[in-house]
């Protein structure tokens, strides 16, 4: 016997699952988060995303290796070894961290926010300063991301909105309305603060 619940997956889409679903667009994120770090400048940009069977992620990763192709990026992103991927934590994002600058990148893209302040640790556990040498933009906009130490730069997902959406969805299968099954996107924003700014100059070489 089938039980006719009303359900409304949000930023969980399942393939298998025929679920009315409401998502971030996770390409708009990383075409904003990409886009801000190049017009700064940066040419080794980082990514780090949370486990590769979390959809938000995998989502994450395609639309990023896309708009670095489309910058003219000399190599793929997993290829060039700046994507890390790691549990959805600072401590994780630490670590990951830690990874991606010691291969060079001068700008990081975080999967959520406490990935990035990790990130931010991190980069001062190697000496180095945010953003002086390393910028961190964060994923959410969770609150008092604005009074961190430097206030994170980071993607705002437009929680209301979809919100909204998802109890007017529940609302509309409660009383017997046609709600369609497939998903439904919201576009964030990127939120500049002081966690990001122009790389670093290249050394000049000697002679």
Not at 19 to 25: G, M, R, Y
Request: glycine share 10%; hydrophobic share 45%.
């Amino acid at each position: 016997m089938k039980l006719r619940l009303p359900v409304v997956l949000v930023n969980a889409a399942a393939e298998h699952l025929d679920f009315p679903t409401v998502s971030t667009d996770d390409a708009v994120a990383m075409e904003q988060a990409y886009g801000h770090l190049a017009s700064l400048g940066h040419q080794r940009i980082g990514l780090i995303l949370g486990p590769a069977d979390h959809v938000p992620s995998r989502r994450k990763l395609a639309a990023f290796e896309a708009v670095a192709r489309a910058a003219g990026a000399e190599a793929g992103v997993l290829a060039s070894g700046l994507v890390e991927r790691t549990m959805f934590s600072l401590e994780g994002g630490h670590a990951a961290a830690t990874r991606l600058i010691t291969r060079g990148a001068t700008g990081i893209v975080c999967a959520s926010d406490p990935l990035a302040l990790g990130a931010i640790r991190a980069a001062r556990r190697a000496g180095l300063s945010v953003p002086g040498d390393v910028s961190v933009i964060g994923y959410d906009d969770s609150a008092f991301m604005h009074c961190t130490d430097p206030p994170l730069t980071t993607v705002r997902q437009p929680i209301e909105a979809i919100g909204r959406a998802a109890v007017a969805m529940l609302i509309g299968q409660i009383e017997g309305s046609d709600v369609s099954a497939g998903e439904l996107y919201f576009e964030p924003e990127i939120v500049a603060r002081g966690s990001t700014a122009p790389p670093p100059p290249e050394p000049h070489a000697a002679g």
